[in-house]
């Protein structure tokens, strides 16, 4: 058994209608509904977040671009900068 699982009836447990056995399917029938809940909680969360990493990294890529344009504009004005001959 991992993560809070139940152990599997045996075959022949489907056949008893006790009130304690039917008691303790709802229960167990609860528990994992309330489980799928939170995993599906969960998920929609992580989506989310998901979603907003995608867009600050789509524009963490934009200012990228935009940055070493710039500083390849820097670089050019320096090198025709330097690249004058001074005139006397």
Do not use: W
């Not at 009836?9 to 509904?33: I, K, M, Y």
């Not at 995993?39 to 070493?68: N, P």
Request: aromatic share 6%.
């Amino acid at each position: 058994m991992c993560c809070g699982q139940h152990p599997f009836f045996p075959r022949d447990a489907g056949t008893d209608q006790s009130p304690s056995a039917l008691e303790n399917l709802r229960v167990r029938l609860a528990d994992t509904e309330a489980r799928l809940a939170r995993a599906r909680a969960r998920e929609a969360q992580l989506t989310l977040r998901l979603h907003e990493m995608k867009r600050f990294l789509s524009v963490m890529e934009i200012l990228e671009g935009y940055l070493k344009r710039r500083y390849r504009l820097q670089q050019q004005r320096l090198a025709r900068l330097l690249s004058v001959p001074p005139t006397v």
